[in-house]
């Protein structure tokens, strides 16, 4: 399973990355806009915003993306790593 994280703090995102692989999860981790964010984040299986910690503008191409390809989006408001680790745990839990 794939899935990508916006927004978020920079200084967390190892600690992201460390929690999906405890749970089996590949995690993209996006705390900045990106380039080609679209192209990258097209193939995933869910997509969390942390929308405290993200711009407008790359939570809006996030959302076009994902209203696309029918990924399912997980908006949070909180972007801690207790937050990540329930969302990721409900979602691993959905595919099983």
Do not use: W
Not at 29 to 47: G, Q, Y
Not at 69 to 86: A, Q
């Amino acid at each position: 399973m794939c899935v990508a994280v916006i927004g978020g703090m920079d200084r967390l995102e190892r600690n992201y990355i460390a929690e999906a692989e405890k749970l089996g999860i590949d995690l993209r981790v996006f705390t900045k806009p990106e380039t080609a964010m679209a192209s990258k984040i097209r193939n995933v299986d869910a997509l969390v915003i942390f929308t405290n910690k993200v711009s407008h503008k790359a939570k809006r191409e996030a959302i076009n993306v994902a209203k696309a390809k029918n990924i399912p989006v997980f908006m949070h408001h909180s972007c801690g790593i207790c937050t990540l680790r329930d969302c990721l745990s409900c979602l691993k839990n959905q595919k099983n």
